[in-house]
């Protein structure tokens, strides 16, 4: 079974600061890792994914299967960046277009000026 | 209208109505799924098509049922619901382009009298 926690529910930062959500796994097997976004009134929408190792929006995210973590990190938080973020987990390969993938509950971060 | 689309955006039904929710995307997509999403519950994945064929069913009571017709339209239709089951249900789809990257509906709120 695949599991994805995200240990908080709120995350509160100021302007400039910076900023980690925690997203910790447990697969068996070799998973691909993503980051998504909802921001106020709008739709849930992919952020990054680990295969890239992008920096999007200055969000970069590294897959430690160590310690089976996969944080999503900002050196400046921007007051634009507050928003709903999800991290989720797919197995790798799990068939060409179809992915099943298990969300975790969420981190509503909040940027103050 | 591009995107994904899903209609209606509210519904309240009585637990013996029978009711339908519709999705549409206009993405050429080939993947099309349905999400449950309560409230402090994480997103959970109900069902999944490819190309028109149902392929994940994670243990969804029978009072959903999905149909898919063609590869651009999704429906769930409901009937004998419990209250228990008023949610935001979310349709997404998915490309081959092999990113893993869902795209999202606004969702169908849903509220069970």
């Known amino acids: 079974a695949q599991r994805v926690t995200q240990p908080e529910k709120l995350l509160s930062v100021f302007k400039g600061a910076p900023v980690e959500l925690k997203c910790n796994y447990s697969?068996?097997?070799?998973?691909?890792l993503f980051w998504y976004v909802q921001y106020s009134r709008q739709r849930l929408q992919l952020l990054l994914r680990?295969?890239s190792r992008e920096s999007i929006k200055g969000f970069t995210a590294d897959l430690n299967k160590g310690e089976t973590s996969f944080h999503l990190k900002k050196p400046f938080a921007q007051e634009e960046d507050s928003a709903m973020y999800y991290c989720a987990l797919s197995p790798a390969n799990s068939g060409g277009s179809n992915y099943k993938l298990t969300f975790g509950k969420g981190t509503l971060l909040t940027v103050n000026p | 209208e591009t995107g994904v689309t899903q209609t209606p955006r509210h519904l309240v039904m009585g637990m013996t109505n029978k009711k339908s929710l519709k999705c549409e995307q206009h993405l050429g997509h080939n993947a099309m799924y349905w999400y449950k999403q309560s409230a402090k519950k994480p997103l959970e994945l109900m069902f999944v098509?490819?190309?028109?064929?149902?392929?994940e069913n994670n243990s969804v009571p029978s009072r959903f049922s999905p149909e898919c017709p063609n590869s651009s339209h999704l429906f769930l239709h409901l009937h004998t619901l419990q209250p228990e089951d008023s949610a935001l249900y979310l349709c997404?789809?998915?490309?081959?382009?092999?990113?893993?990257?869902?795209?999202f509906g606004e969702g169908s709120r849903l509220t069970v009298l």
């Open positions: 680990h295969i």
């Open positions: 098509y490819n190309f028109k064929e149902q392929t």
């Open positions: 997404a789809s998915s490309g081959q382009t092999n990113t893993g990257e869902l795209f």
């Open positions: 697969y068996s097997g070799s998973p691909e």
